[in-house]
């Protein structure tokens, strides 16, 4: 929509200009707004009709489609959208729903009932992601705890550059990521450094160096000077940053893919090293995480063989947060259908 203004007397001589021709030119600003948003209501009448013939009354029947539902599926997409994506409280909807919709405020348990309506016409776009993603030459991988009733549950996520798949279990072990990803998947997974994920190959895991980073920061603070422990920690927190340097320069195209293996390679050599030393200690209590990495080793530096592999699991944590947030204002769900539904609204 435009609206034109004019001006109404020449702003020099004063003269009227309610008959001068406009030259074509104009300021614009433009206001958005939005148009009045009501629900619509459709009744739908049964109508009884007489037959002119014999006089018999005959009832139509509603569509069944019609007789099970009072809410339409956008108004149920929307509902379920600000249950899920915005994280309302089912009593918060209802109020939203009335204030700015003019829905009759629903039932509590109508909300629920939009969910498990939402959770069946997710369930062919859920399988088409779910193939998509296992067939994803790359994945960013992460497990967060869940509750059903109060016991302890897992949510996975796999992140991939075009779609992230959730899962909700009972487990948190191998058989729990052969579920979300499937037995063989054959892409590069970035993990941390969870049991679960090591029979896949280490060819194709990359471990994450942000974990990595904030393990060597907890030695350096935790361990006494001198010690195995903290040189460890020390040493290793600045490995890392380096490492993070010329990472963030390759992706400002500063620094080639063969320029970054070449800077990396002396980091390489240092942390072997130090890694080696610190799992040789004759120290009391030489630091696990030494041996650890030495076992992951060629899982630290699969980024730099594979494009479009990253040295951080960053992807898979930014997906579980949402999630993480809407766990603490929901505690969780009460049901295997609401397991089934939450992680269909979070893919």
Same mark, same amino acid.
């Given at each position: ?7 109404? +007397? ?13 030259? $074509?030119?104009?300021?614009? +600003? ?13 009744? =739908? ?11 018999? !009354?005959? *009832? ?9 539902? +009072? ?6 997409? %929307? @509902? ?15 109020? #939203?729903? /009335? ?8 039932? #509590? ?5 939009? @969910? ?28 967060? $705890? ?26 948190? $072990?191998?058989?729990? !990521? ?5 037995? /063989? ?25 942000? +974990? ?20 460890? *920690? ?17 992706? !400002? ?15 390489? !050599? ?27 080793? /060629? ?5 730099? /063989? =594979?494009? *479009? %592999? ?13 999630? %993480? ?15 089934? $539904? ?6």
């Amino acid at each position: 929509m435009v609206v034109a203004h004019r001006p109404t +007397h020449c702003r020099r001589c004063g003269h009227a200009l309610a008959a001068a021709a406009a030259d $074509g030119t104009a300021t614009r +600003h433009q206001v958005l707004e939005l148009p009045p948003v009501r629900a619509q209501v459709t009744e =739908h009448r049964a109508l009884t009709v007489v037959c002119p013939a014999c006089g018999t !009354r005959t *009832g139509a029947r509603l569509p069944a489609a019609v007789r099970q539902h +009072h809410f339409g599926p956008r108004l149920v997409a %929307v @509902a379920v959208t600000l249950l899920g994506r915005c994280r309302l409280s089912r009593r918060t909807l209802t109020g #939203l729903l /009335a204030d700015l919709l003019d829905v009759p405020a629903p039932a #509590l348990g109508t909300t629920e009932r939009f @969910a498990q309506e939402a959770s069946a016409a997710l369930l062919a776009p859920y399988q088409a992601v779910r193939t998509a993603v296992r067939a994803s030459p790359r994945a960013w991988v992460d497990e967060t $705890g869940w509750a059903l009733r109060g016991r302890l549950r897992w949510l996975w996520a796999a992140a991939t550059p075009q779609a992230t798949l959730f899962r909700l279990g009972r487990r948190r $072990g191998a058989r729990a !990521r052969e579920l979300l990803l499937g037995r /063989a998947y054959a892409g590069v997974l970035t993990t941390d450094r969870w049991r679960a994920y090591d029979t896949h190959p280490l060819a194709r895991r990359q471990i994450c160096w942000a +974990h990595l980073k904030r393990n060597f920061q907890g030695l350096a603070e935790s361990g006494a000077p001198g010690t195995e422990t903290a040189t460890l *920690g020390a040493w290793g927190v600045r490995e890392a940053e380096r490492l993070f340097h010329a990472w963030h320069r390759y992706q !400002r195209g500063a620094l080639t893919r063969a320029a970054l293996r070449r800077v990396l390679g002396p980091v390489r !050599r240092r942390v072997h090293r130090l890694l080696t030393r610190a799992a040789a200690s004759r120290e009391p209590r030489p630091p696990p995480l030494a041996r650890d990495l030495l076992r992951l080793w /060629a899982g630290l530096w699969t980024f730099l /063989a =594979h494009e *479009g %592999v990253e040295p951080t699991n960053n992807r898979a944590e930014r997906a579980l947060r949402p999630a %993480v947030l809407w766990r603490k204002t929901s505690f969780g769900s009460t049901s295997g259908a609401g397991l089934r $539904g939450t992680e269909r609204l979070l893919t």
